[in-house]
Nanobody, 123 residues
């Protein structure tokens, strides 16, 4: 069992930055691929980024490449999402999730989810 708690969301102006954090409970954090998804009002949940278990290799959705950076600290059981050059289309609830295998872009393959943190970008 893994419990995930996101933090760091908020209101930011167009072009600004935020860093999201996701703290995980349990002693098996390093055995999970970790991912970030987001869901805007009226839209489906979409993949943002993922990071591998021990090597920390990231993979990003095309729309965040060059702007967002995912990282993890297995000693602290935390995964981060540094978001730069934010625009209004990035406004959404951002979710942290953990999985052990399968396609990283499909929400159904993730075993555990956080409650989400709201990110709002103003124009």
């Amino acid at each position: 069992q893994v419990q995930l708690v996101e933090s760091g969301g908020g209101l930011v102006q167009h072009g600004g930055s935020l860093r999201l954090s996701c703290a995980a409970s349990g002693r098996t954090f390093s055995s999970y691929f970790m991912g970030w998804f987001r869901q805007a009002p009226g839209k489906e949940r979409e993949f943002v980024a993922t990071i591998s278990r021990s090597t920390g290799i990231p993979y990003y959705a095309d729309f965040v490449k060059g702007r967002f950076t995912i990282s993890r600290d297995n000693a602290k059981n935390v995964v981060y999402l540094q978001m730069n050059s934010l625009n209004t289309e990035d406004t959404a609830v951002y979710y942290c999730a953990a999985h052990r295998g399968g396609s990283v872009v499909i929400p159904g393959n993730y075993d555990y989810w956080g409650q989400g943190t709201q990110v709002t970008v103003s124009s």
